[in-house]
C-alpha cells in the first residue's frame, strides 16, 4: 500500500528565506505526483502537478522537483512572504490518490 | 475553469440524524467524483470514488451504509453521513474529473461537519 510521508511537520521562517518541503513515497509506480496549499479550513489550492515521466515542475516562486526511483519529491520555495503561510501537501497517483499529512509553513514577517 | 462547489461550507447537527453534503462540478462534467475526509492535522483520507450512474467503491474500513453516496448526474454527488456521531466530526472535501481527463481532480472547497 502506498505511503506518503512528508517533512518537516512543520516550519517557521523569516521573511524571504527560500526553504525546501520534502515529500517521500514507498511505491515509485506512480502516474504523477502533485503538490498543493490548503489554508485553514479550506479546500485544495492546486500548485504543481508533476507527471511521471517529467522532473520537475516550475511556476513563479515555486519549483518541484520529483525522483521517482527513490520515491521523493521536494517543493522549493524562493524568497518566502507571510502569505505563503499554510499547510503544503503532497500527494501521489496511481489509480487514487494518497495524501502526505502535510507541512504547515509558518513564513513571520 | 473546472470549478467544484460543496455544500453546505459548514453544518453542526445533533448525534443521531442525518446530514447530506452536496459537491457539483459547476463548468464540467464529471465522470468520477471522490469524497475525503480528513481529521484534524491530518491527511486526507479517500473514502470513496463514485462514477455516475453507477454504485460507488469504498475504501476499506468506510462503511458503506453509513456513509452513502449518490452520483446521479454527471455534476452533482451527494454525500449522506446516516446517524451521524460526535466521532463523524471533520472536514469532508470532494474532488471532480472531467471527462476524458484520465481522472485528473479538481477540488471543492470542503465541508465542516460537526456532530453534537
Known amino acids: 500500500k502506498q505511503e506518503v510521508t512528508q517533512i518537516p511537520a512543520a516550519l517557521s521562517v523569516p521573511e524571504g528565506e527560500n526553504l525546501v518541503l520534502n515529500c517521500s513515497f514507498t511505491d515509485s509506480a506512480i502516474y504523477n505526483l502533485q503538490w498543493f496549499r490548503q489554508d485553514p479550513g479550506k479546500g485544495l489550492t492546486s500548485l504543481l502537478l508533476?507527471?511521471?515521466?517529467?522532473r520537475e515542475q516550475t511556476s513563479g516562486r515555486l519549483n518541484a522537483s520529483l525522483d521517482k526511483s527513490s520515491g521523493r519529491s521536494t517543493l522549493y520555495i524562493a524568497a518566502s512572504q507571510p502569505g505563503d503561510s499554510a499547510t503544503y501537501l503532497c500527494?501521489?497517483?496511481?489509480?487514487?490518490?494518497?495524501f502526505g499529512a502535510g507541512t504547515r509553513l509558518t513564513v513571520k514577517p | 475553469g473546472a470549478v467544484v462547489s460543496q455544500h453546505p461550507s459548514r453544518v453542526i447537527c445533533k448525534s443521531g440524524t442525518s446530514v447530506k453534503i452536496e459537491c457539483r462540478s459547476l463548468?464540467?462534467?464529471?465522470?468520477?467524483m471522490f469524497w475525503y475526509r480528513q481529521f484534524p492535522k491530518q491527511s486526507l483520507m479517500l473514502m470513496a470514488t463514485?462514477?455516475?450512474?453507477?454504485?460507488?467503491?469504498?475504501e476499506q474500513g468506510v462503511e458503506k451504509d453509513k456513509f452513502l453516496i449518490n452520483h446521479a448526474s454527471l455534476t452533482l454527488s451527494t454525500l449522506t453521513v446516516t446517524s451521524a456521531h460526535p466521532e463523524d466530526s471533520s472536514f469532508y472535501i470532494c474532488?471532480?474529473?472531467?471527462?476524458?481527463?484520465?481522472?485528473?481532480?479538481?477540488f471543492g472547497p470542503g465541508t465542516r461537519l460537526t456532530v453534537l
Open positions: 474532488s471532480a474529473s472531467p471527462a476524458g481527463s484520465n481522472n485528473e481532480q479538481f
Open positions: 500527494a501521489v497517483r496511481l489509480g487514487d490518490m494518497r
Open positions: 463514485s462514477n455516475e450512474g453507477s454504485k460507488a467503491t469504498y
Open positions: 508533476i507527471q511521471s515521466s517529467q
Open positions: 463548468d464540467f462534467q464529471a465522470t468520477t
